[in-house]
């Protein structure tokens, strides 16, 4: 206590000069407390008390990111734990209005059951997410990555009534316990090689240097293990295809999108901070990345071609996509983020979109099969048009957001592939170019049904006109910005 005594001056003043920076996080903690509080005293005379207070507060969180990103301020704070720049600051508005439109889907989607619980529980994984894309600090990822962890399995729970949910759940806690064990492990190895816990700093590069190749080789794959069960790339994408099929939809739409922005984030900032030393772990981790983009890609979207299940087939469309951000991933430079937050931004809109429409069937015929959907789209043309547009984005044609994100991602690939000569690159390119292809042919099953095959009775689908109305906004939006990309490319 005596040694400890001198520093707590120090200590309180660097606290209270982090906190302006930490005001957007603080706002959704005082959310979570009113979100709590609502739910145990006030939903019971107003069922959506809780839901507004939570979009209230993400909306208030938003406006002091937005003038974090006005003022352009960049810092360090709590003891260099965080890092507040403009690459963080757009990450974590991207997270804030994907969760706003989850929220807003869990409200519309479920009515009749109480979510003031979930509402905390969603601001939770979002607080663990907005530290997920700002910290350098091993410590403090691994907090947060938990949070985020605990917090979407009880996501994946809480409406489980069916022995196919509670499955789903229980393999995603099994597997999730796994993969955070392995990463710990990891992250014990790499603190021990380098006494610091700051990935970015010198001394820590410095100690990867001097580890033994062979011991500093496991702790990047444990490391890796933790980030690939979060991202579902190969081979950690085991449990997604399960879970997104037995969760309820409108979490399998949350699961496949917010945390993959924040953990997409991270990694390029790891990668950003490694991959320009010259030393034996920047390269491994560069073959190890390229390989399970290409391992991801290929996984992901031949797996697909099999599936007819609709949310099935989503999961494995998530996977194979991953291996797209991978490749995004690889070529993010510290001033060079806004092809990475385009990319991040399509990919949020168009999965919410495709999600939607496949509740908002999935609500009326009570399954999420593609057989289902054959001869709707004459029956129900602008919900099908709509979809059929999302999932030509998420192949990558044109006039979309989807062929431009793409077309960005690839361009930058292929350009450092044309400075460094590098085989991996070549092999991301054309395993990149072949995946979207094949693509087509299981995205094009759904419009097949929809529009080229009868129906062999009559199906009444009973659409919620506000998720509707979100799903056909986010598709005129890919449309606009495939048209137009230098309205969201120029705010990065």
């Not at 938003?62 to 507040?84: R, T």
């Not at 690889?330 to 495709?354: G, K």
């Amino acid at each position: 206590m005596l040694t400890f005594s001198p520093y707590i001056s120090s200590f309180i003043d660097q606290i209270i000069v982090s906190i302006p920076y930490f005001k957007p996080e603080l706002i959704l903690i005082i959310t979570f407390i009113g979100t709590i509080l609502a739910s145990l005293f006030a939903d019971k005379h107003w069922k959506n008390t809780s839901f507004v207070i939570t979009i209230i507060g993400l909306l208030f969180s938003g406006c002091y990111l937005v003038g974090q990103g006005l003022s352009k301020v960049e810092m360090a704070g709590f003891f260099d734990m965080i890092q507040v720049d403009a690459f963080a600051t757009s990450a974590r508005l991207i997270i804030l209005l994907s969760t706003m439109l989850i929220c807003i889907f869990i409200q519309q989607r479920h009515q009749n059951r109480p979510l003031g619980d979930l509402y905390a529980v969603l601001l939770t994984a979002t607080l663990g997410l907005n530290l997920l894309t700002m910290s350098s600090n091993w410590l403090m990822i691994f907090i947060a990555v938990e949070t985020v962890s605990i917090s979407s399995y009880i996501m994946v729970g809480y409406f489980s009534s069916t022995k196919v949910q509670s499955e789903a759940a229980l393999k995603y806690v099994l597997f999730g316990s796994i993969c955070a064990a392995v990463m710990l492990y990891g992250l014990s190895l790499l603190y021990g090689f380098t006494g610091n816990l700051n990935f970015d700093a010198p001394s820590h590069i410095a100690g990867l240097m001097e580890a033994p190749h062979i011991m500093i080789s496991i702790a990047l794959l444990f490391l890796l293990t933790g980030i690939g069960f979060k991202l579902s790339f190969f081979p950690f994408h085991v449990w997604s295809p399960d879970v997104y099929q037995g969760a309820p939809t409108v979490i399998t739409t949350y699961l496949a999108t917010v945390p993959k922005i924040a953990v997409v984030v991270l990694l390029s900032k790891i990668l950003s901070a490694w991959l320009n030393v010259s030393f034996y772990f920047s390269d491994f981790l560069t073959y190890v990345i390229i390989a399970i983009a290409v391992a991801t890609m290929l996984i992901g979207n031949l797996a697909a071609l099999r599936q007819q299940d609709a949310k099935r087939m989503m999961a494995y469309s998530s996977i194979g996509h991953t291996g797209i951000l991978l490749m995004a991933v690889l070529v993010y430079q510290n001033n060079e983020s806004n092809v990475l937050l385009f990319y991040l931004s399509i990919y949020a809109l168009m999965n919410i979109a495709v999600f939607i429409f496949i509740d908002a069937l999935e609500a009326s015929l009570g399954n999420t099969s593609i057989e289902s959907y054959r001869g709707l789209g004459k029956q129900y043309p602008l919900l099908f048009t709509s979809f059929s547009i999302v999932l030509i984005a998420l192949v990558g044609l044109p006039p979309t957001a989807g062929f431009v994100g793409k077309l960005l991602v690839f361009s930058k690939v292929f350009e450092q592939y044309q400075n460094f000569q590098s085989f991996g690159l070549l092999v991301l390119l054309i395993v990149g170019a072949l995946t979207s292809v094949i693509s087509l042919f299981y995205y094009f099953k759904i419009p097949l049904n929809a529009f080229l095959r009868d129906n062999t009775g009559s199906t009444a689908v009973k659409f919620n006109i506000i998720l509707l109305c979100i799903g056909v906004l986010c598709t005129v939006a890919v449309l606009i910005l495939g048209i137009f990309p230098d309205l969201l490319l120029s705010t990065f």
